[in-house]
């Protein structure tokens, strides 16, 4: 990235090139930073689907280790979704009681 703004950044120097290389460094400058956002976007969507996997692994208590070589998730990640699992249970649980007990009350 920071070659495409060191050579953006050459392009706005009217002593060393013309309009028309101008234009063209910019539209090059666009292309990859366009071909830069599909990668990335790329990138998020099997993150996404790692984590999915490794939510469905560890609902069936599959062994942290083993979800790591197969979603290839550190275990800190692994460790944080059980985390965030077991606090959104909690919260549901939580909710239930209360909710249990102002409609009895």
């Known amino acids: 990235m920071s070659a495409v703004c060191d050579l953006k950044s050459l392009s706005n120097d009217s002593m060393l090139i013309s309009e028309l290389e101008k234009r063209e460094i910019n539209a090059y400058c666009e ?3 366009l071909i830069e956002e599909k ?3 790329k990138n ?7 984590n999915e996997i490794d939510k469905n692994m560890l609902f069936k208590n599959i062994d942290v280790l ?3 070589d197969c979603t290839e998730l550190t275990i800190d990640e692994i460790r944080k979704n059980r985390y965030n699992i077991c606090l959104f249970w909690v919260r549901f649980y939580l909710d ?3 909710q249990g007990v102002f409609l009895f009350n």
């Open 44 to 50: 998020e969507g099997k993150w996404k689907e790692k």
């Open 39 to 41: 990668e990335i976007s």
């Open 96 to 98: 239930f009681l209360f």
């Open 66 to 68: 083993i979800i790591s």
């Open 31 to 33: 292309r990859i930073a």
